[in-house]
Every structure is written in C-alpha cells, then in structure tokens.
C-alpha cells in the first residue's frame, strides 16, 4: 500500500512500501483530543513536536496517526516495543492469557510466572538465577538498591554522571541529569562519578569504544593501551576515596547510556569498575533498561560486552514490548536479604504480564532479532558516520546494534552543544518527511536512534536519505 500523503517538505526518499492496511480512526476528533489533554492529563506528561502526533495504530516498526499517515517508528516508545507494534505472537498470547486469567497476586501460583522466569533467567549467567518482578524500570531500579542496601549493610551508591536510573525519589539520587531533578531532597547517600564519555569527556580516542564507528579524535594509544580509559579509573577511584565510606552498598551503571544519548565507555572501563567497587564490599548493578533483550546485537544483554557478570541486572522497557513490567534478578543471596521481613508487589508478574513476556522472548528467538540488531545496527552506524564525515554539524555517530547515537555539535572542533532550537528544526523535518527519532544528552543535542528491532535495511536507507535531507535544509537555513 502506498503512502497517501505527500510531505511539505521535498525528498528523494522513498519509504518502503507496507501492505498492512490501518483501521479507520474513529475516536474524538483532533482539536478535542488536545482540549481534553490540556484539561485532564497531567502538564508534566509532555508531548513531542510542535503539534503533537495523535497516533492511532501500530504495526511491527510502523506507526499510524488518525489520518492514516503512516511514520517509520526509530524511537519504539522510548527504546521499548522490542519486537515491533502488535507483533501477532505477542498480540495472540496476551489475548489467551486476557480470556483465561489476568490476576491473583503472588499469594498464589499461576503457571505463566513459573515458565516465565525459568526461561528468562536461562538467558543469564550463573548466579543471576533468582527473579523480582514488579511493572516499570524505575521500581526495579529502586528495589535494586534496597537489595543492595540490606544485602551489604551499607548505605552509599555511586552512578555516573548524565546516567538516567528512574524518576522516583528513590531512584533520583541515581539519575544524574538536571532536568529530571525537582527541589525536593533525593538521593542521600547517592554520589555520582564522572561520566567515562570518549567524545565529550577531557579524555578519549580513536580506538576507545565498543562500536564500528569511533570518535573523530586522535589518540597515540599503542595497541591494548588506553590513556582515556586509564585517566576516567583514576577520577572512579578518586570518587571512592573522596565522596564515599570504606565500604559501600554499590554501583549502578548502564552499559550503553540511554537518555544521555548512547553514551559509550573505554571497553575495559566497568570490568575494572566492579573489581574496585567489590573491594569495598559493594554490588554490581547493571540497568539493562534500555541495552537488554538483544539490541546491542553481539549479546543479548548489555552487560556481556564488557565481559563483566554483575550482582544484581535490572530489566524493563523492551522486555514486554510495551506493555508495563520488569524485573530485578539477582543471586540467591542477594534476593533472600529482602526475604528477612515483607516485601510485596501487587501486580509484579501477574498472569498476564508473564505470559507478554514469555511470548516476547519467543519472538525474539525465532524473529532472530538480536542478530537483526547486529546487522541493521551495525549497517545503519556506517550510513550515519558517511553523513557525519560531510556534515560538520555531526559531530560524533556512536553505539552498538540498535542502540544508536547521533551527537549535534556548533562544529567538530570545539564539540559544542547545537543549539536547541536547530536541533528540534531537524527533528521536525525528519517527522514530516516520515521518520520518528528521538531526543536525549544533557543538552539536548544527541538524536537518539532505538527502534524495534525488527527493521529493515531498506528502512535504514529511507530513514539516512530523509535525514540527510533534514539536515541539507538546516544548512540552507544556517546559510
């Protein structure tokens, strides 16, 4: 089926076609939508783009709005629909469970939570082997470090700088980027690090990162050496003999950074991390949030390619495709300090959320997405730093599979910031060519490219030429 609308803006790119057809939107017209959204909906639940999109349907990695204008989605609801919009196995499952049994509280056994949790826990190492379930990142991330807490005895945990770990006053002394903090206190007994960031740190090179594209700066590393790498360990340990006790509860880091933009560190940087943190009798965490269920594309989670086995994983977004759950799965030690007096989540692992994700790692598998993240991925990282070598506006390309960052820069020289206003202009362009992306950085500055992982290739070229052409015109303009 071919797209019906043509866009104000002139592009050579073509999208590909698809042949799934959308319902026709029959709910409140556009204008009462943004009423009733003004009125009822919460102010702090922002929208994207100058008139907000009305989407209206899904299906795999595209998106319908209530004109039946389809858009290629990169953003995937914020890094997670995993396996794509309405994926009909996920979709035929949810629908079964929905008409056999949605709830009784972990008071008693259901089935889906038994053959949930053994098959997701067989995709972890020894001794990750022991599950939490509860319904978004942030309430795995906030009972991530109670358990660390009760388990070492201890109080301090160190995060990085521009890491993002949730938005709940717990979890905000974790997240470490201003625009999420309120005037309220959070975070006593948080201490953040400075962020190993190759590109924009004071250190990096060009052999640094886990990632076919590295930076444009020079280094004179010797092949297994990294100056970046070891200057980043000494302000770690430096952080540790400064901010924090002797000993601590832990640490807390994504092993690609999400909001802040598909962050990457040197690639030995967390192995000896950990090594250091464990000195002092902390835990490990890995905030597998966005990097888990295959999206880095070489291992399924994140934490595998810095060949480092944390204490503690912490899993939501991707792993229900949408749908509201995660988990914290950790060893049998660790799980058994909260065991010591109650702990309970109402819907954590219901029926229905167990038997969503027990269908969304079958996708995965036999959709092979993880390897389509590695191709797609690496593919679409190569496309990007072409544009990156022509554009001095580009200033860095970088991440892993599907987990991609596009960092804006004045120019390549000084790496500072675009300004706001440029950025979202491209970003506007790119909507009305048809592409969704997404934003992040401390700045702003950073597109952020996460979609299902079912993408195509041919999508990748369509999505390159339209930005591109997003970016020709914000040349034009600057000129």
Same mark, same amino acid.
């Given at each position: 089926?071919?797209?019906?609308?043509?866009s104000?803006i002139?592009?050579?790119?073509?999208?590909?076609?698809?042949?799934?057809?959308?319902?026709?939107?029959?709910?409140?017209?556009?204008?009462r939508?943004?009423?009733?959204?003004?009125?009822?909906?919460?102010?702090?639940?922002?929208?994207?783009?100058?008139?907000?999109?009305?989407?209206?349907?899904?299906?795999?990695?595209?998106?319908?709005?209530?004109n039946?204008?389809?858009?290629? =989605?990169? !953003?995937? +609801?914020?890094?997670?629909? /995993?396996?794509?919009?309405?994926? $009909?196995?996920? *979709?035929?499952?949810?629908?079964?469970?929905?008409?056999?049994?949605?709830?009784?509280?972990?008071?008693?056994?259901?089935?889906?939570?038994?053959?949930?949790?053994?098959?997701?826990?067989?995709?972890?190492?020894d001794?990750?082997?022991?599950?939490?379930?509860?319904?978004?990142?942030?309430?795995?991330?906030?009972?991530?470090m109670?358990?660390?807490?009760?388990?070492?005895?201890?109080?301090?945990?160190?995060?990085?700088?521009?890491?993002?770990?949730?938005?709940?006053?717990?979890t905000?002394?974790?997240?470490?980027?201003?625009?999420?903090?309120?005037?309220?206190?959070?975070?006593?007994?948080?201490?953040?690090?400075?962020?190993? =960031?190759? !590109?924009? +740190?004071?250190w990096?090179? /060009?052999?640094?990162?886990?990632? $076919?594209v590295? *930076?444009v700066?020079?280094?004179?590393?010797?092949?297994?050496?990294?100056?970046?790498?070891?200057?980043?360990?000494?302000q770690?340990?430096?952080?540790?003999?400064?901010?924090?006790?002797?000993?601590?509860?832990?640490?807390?880091?994504e092993?690609?950074?999400?909001?802040?933009g598909?962050?990457?560190?040197?690639r030995?940087?967390?192995k000896?991390?950990?090594?250091?943190?464990?000195e002092?009798?902390?835990?490990?965490?890995?905030?597998?949030?966005?990097?888990?269920?295959?999206?880095?594309?070489?291992?399924?989670?994140?934490?595998?390619?810095?060949?480092?086995?944390?204490?503690?994983?912490?899993?939501?977004?991707?792993i229900?495709?949408?749908f509201?759950?995660?988990?914290?799965?950790?060893?049998?030690?660790?799980?058994?300090?909260?065991?010591?007096?109650?702990?309970?989540?109402?819907?954590g692992g219901?029926?229905?959320?167990?038997?969503?994700?027990?269908?969304?790692?079958?996708?995965?598998?036999?959709?092979?997405?993880?390897?389509?993240?590695?191709?797609?991925?690496?593919?679409?990282?190569?496309?990007?730093?072409?544009?990156?070598?022509?554009?001095?506006?580009?200033?860095?390309?970088?991440?892993?599979?599907?987990?991609?960052?596009?960092?804006?820069?004045?120019?390549?020289?000084?790496?500072?910031?675009?300004?706001?206003?440029e950025?979202?202009?491209?970003?506007?362009?790119?909507?009305?060519?048809?592409?969704?992306?997404?934003?992040?950085?401390?700045?702003?500055?950073?597109?952020r490219?996460?979609?299902?992982?079912?993408?195509?290739k041919?999508?990748?070229?369509?999505?390159?030429?339209?930005?591109?052409?997003?970016?020709?015109?914000?040349?034009?303009?600057?000129?």
């Amino acid at each position: 089926r071919q797209q019906k609308w043509k866009s104000s803006i002139t592009t050579q790119a073509k999208m590909p076609p698809c042949d799934f057809v959308p319902e026709k939107y029959n709910s409140y017209p556009y204008e009462r939508m943004l009423k009733i959204r003004e009125k009822n909906v919460s102010p702090s639940l922002r929208t994207y783009y100058k008139k907000p999109l009305l989407l209206h349907q899904g299906y795999m990695q595209w998106l319908f709005d209530h004109n039946g204008r389809r858009y290629l =989605d990169l !953003f995937a +609801g914020i890094v997670t629909v /995993s396996v794509g919009h309405c994926h $009909p196995k996920v *979709t035929m499952a949810t629908q079964k469970q929905l008409a056999r049994l949605w709830h009784t509280a972990n008071i008693y056994m259901h089935p889906s939570i038994q053959e949930y949790v053994e098959k997701l826990t067989s995709l972890l190492p020894d001794p990750l082997k022991v599950v939490y379930l509860t319904n978004s990142g942030s309430e795995a991330n906030d009972l991530a470090m109670f358990m660390a807490r009760l388990y070492t005895r201890n109080f301090d945990i160190i995060s990085f700088r521009g890491g993002y770990h949730g938005g709940s006053p717990y979890t905000l002394g974790m997240t470490s980027i201003g625009f999420y903090k309120h005037g309220v206190a959070n975070g006593f007994g948080c201490s953040t690090t400075m962020l190993p =960031d190759v !590109f924009r +740190g004071p250190w990096g090179g /060009s052999h640094c990162r886990d990632s $076919p594209v590295q *930076t444009v700066r020079k280094c004179r590393c010797a092949e297994g050496v990294c100056h970046a790498n070891d200057q980043y360990l000494e302000q770690f340990k430096d952080t540790l003999n400064t901010s924090v006790p002797k000993t601590i509860a832990g640490f807390i880091a994504e092993p690609i950074q999400g909001v802040n933009g598909a962050v990457q560190y040197p690639r030995n940087f967390l192995k000896e991390a950990y090594r250091l943190v464990r000195e002092r009798g902390g835990v490990c965490i890995s905030d597998e949030v966005q990097t888990g269920f295959g999206r880095t594309g070489s291992h399924f989670w994140g934490f595998e390619t810095h060949d480092v086995v944390p204490d503690i994983v912490t899993v939501a977004k991707g792993i229900g495709n949408g749908f509201p759950m995660a988990a914290v799965v950790t060893t049998k030690e660790i799980a058994g300090s909260l065991a010591q007096n109650l702990h309970f989540n109402t819907f954590g692992g219901n029926a229905v959320a167990c038997a969503v994700g027990a269908a969304v790692l079958d996708a995965i598998e036999e959709d092979g997405l993880q390897k389509n993240s590695e191709d797609v991925g690496t593919y679409m990282l190569l496309e990007l730093a072409k544009l990156r070598d022509k554009f001095e506006v580009i200033g860095d390309v970088r991440g892993k599979g599907l987990m991609i960052g596009v960092e804006m820069v004045t120019d390549k020289d000084s790496r500072h910031p675009l300004p706001t206003e440029e950025i979202n202009q491209i970003w506007e362009d790119c909507k009305d060519m048809g592409v969704l992306i997404g934003k992040g950085g401390l700045y702003g500055q950073t597109f952020r490219i996460k979609p299902p992982m079912c993408i195509t290739k041919e999508d990748v070229d369509f999505a390159v030429e339209v930005f591109h052409s997003a970016l020709e015109r914000h040349m034009k303009r600057a000129a």
